[in-house]
């Protein structure tokens, strides 16, 4: 019904500064809040940045200052750009989207979807 999609990963250089795309389709209403989430090998899925229905983010101690992110509602769309890659930061990065959605009965749901995530590879 709902289909989030990451996009903009990949190889990146110390250094890098990659835009990642978050894209949402399908029979939708209204998108809510959208996190970025990332996730290293052998750790949790950890919050990079958050925005919110109205556009206000919010970002985790390692993204403050470095990683901005934005929302196109007309594109059901949210972007993460990133500043100054560090290895550290080489991670599956992954969308969250809380969206509206009607069902068949009429009724509005919300629901939390996940992307599939974006490989992001920090390295010279």
């Known amino acids: 019904q709902v289909q989030v999609v990451e996009s903009g990963g990949g190889l990146v250089q110390p250094g890098g500064s990659p835009t990642l795309s978050c894209a949402a389709s399908g029979r939708i209403i209204r998108i809510n809040a959208v996190g970025w989430y990332r996730q290293a090998p052998g750790n949790e899925r950890d919050l990079v940045a958050h925005i919110t229905s109205g556009g206000l983010p919010i970002y985790s101690d390692s993204a403050k200052g470095r990683f901005t992110i934005s929302r196109d509602n007309a594109k059901n769309t949210v972007y993460l750009q990133m500043h100054n890659l560090e290895p550290e930061d080489t991670a599956v990065y992954y969308c969250?989207?809380?969206?509206?959605?009607?069902?068949?009965?009429?009724?509005?749901?919300?629901?939390?979807?996940w992307g599939q995530g974006t490989q992001v590879t920090v390295s010279s």
């Open positions: 969250n989207a809380e969206v509206d959605t009607r069902e068949p009965t009429g009724l509005v749901l919300s629901r939390d979807y």
